[in-house]
Every structure is written in C-alpha cells, then in structure tokens.
C-alpha cells in the first residue's frame, strides 16, 4: 500500500474553479493507478477520474470537460483540476490508489487519504 494525502479543497461560487492535489509516498508509486472518487452523505463513493500507472486518464461522464486529471511521476502526485463547478459538485473528495488496477469501482482500491471537502454555492 501507499499513503496518501490530499489538499485543496474549499469553498468556491456555481462557476469557480479549485485544484486537489494527492501526494503519495511509501512503496513504487509509479506502479499504482490513481484516481479520485467523491462521496455526499447517504450515497455511495461515486467514481470522479482516474490515472493509471501506464499513463493513461479517464474522467466521468458526469465530469468530463469540466475536470481533468494531471499525474506527475517525479513528484508523486495526482491533481484533479476542477472548472465550472456546480453546486452538485459538492462532496468530499477522496484519494485512492491500487497496484496496477485497472477497475474504477472504490472496492478495488486498498489505499486511500482523508478526504477533503469542496463544497460549490449557488
């Protein structure tokens, strides 16, 4: 496993823009995917984005042109820029990391951070 620890969360207006950032340390990070998941009280961790150790990223439909996924392998980190928020952003957003995996459902990570909330107002 690797530990993982995310900053950057916040406050931001219907339209504003924020970046996460997941820094990971412990075993070959650049053997592990990485990816962003989010989660509102009462529902279940919804996946966000998602780069993986052979270099490839995906973003969710829901996302998608909106959120983009940066991976820097000299610094071991996993940024999730966000623009054009919306209020149904809102969540706590979570860090996750799994030896080469290629499945985006939360139960196939084994290493997560704390999460950091970013909370959108109309």
């Known amino acids: 496993q690797v530990q993982l620890v995310e900053s950057g969360g916040g406050l931001v207006q219907a339209g504003g823009s924020l970046r996460l950032s997941c820094a990971a340390s412990g075993r070959t990070v650049s053997d592990y995917t990485m990816a962003w998941f989010r989660q509102v009280p009462g529902k279940e961790r919804e996946f966000v984005a998602v780069?993986?150790?052979?270099?490839?990223?995906y973003v969710a439909d829901s996302v998608k042109g909106r959120f983009t996924i940066a991976r820097d392998s000299a610094k071991n980190t996993a940024d999730l820029q966000m623009n054009n928020l919306r209020p149904e952003d809102t969540a706590v957003y979570y860090c996750?990391?799994?030896?080469?995996?290629?499945?985006?459902?939360?139960?196939?990570?084994?290493?997560w951070g704390q999460g950091t909330q970013v909370t959108v107002s109309s």
């Open positions: 996750a990391a799994a030896f080469r995996n290629t499945d985006n459902n939360p139960q196939a990570y084994n290493s």
């Open positions: 780069a993986s150790w052979f270099g490839s990223t």
